[in-house]
């Protein structure tokens, strides 16, 4: 299950970090580091932005998966012993 929120914040995230990889390697961040700069910061905006939602979007969120009772049962005789 794919969402569209994250897809979008992702593509950001990607075209702000070409940018700013773009701008590094530009004869044009010698002259003007702040404006490279001011890409990085909008770079990590926008990773930052990916990161928050990711952390509470449902499709990213990892539910535990509980052992069956036979495996459990198991697992604990194996430990107590």
Do not use: D, F, W
Request: a negative charge; hydrophobic letters at 40%.
């Amino acid at each position: 299950m794919g969402c569209l929120i994250c897809a979008s914040l992702e593509q950001a995230y990607l075209a702000r970090l070409s940018e700013c990889i773009e701008a590094r390697s530009s004869a044009c961040y010698r002259v003007s580091t702040k404006l490279a700069a001011q890409m990085n910061v909008e770079m990590e905006r926008a990773r930052y932005e990916l990161e928050e939602h990711q952390s509470v979007c449902v499709s990213t969120v990892h539910i535990p998966v509980l052992m069956p009772q036979r495996e459990a049962s198991a697992s604990l005789r194996t430990l107590a012993a």
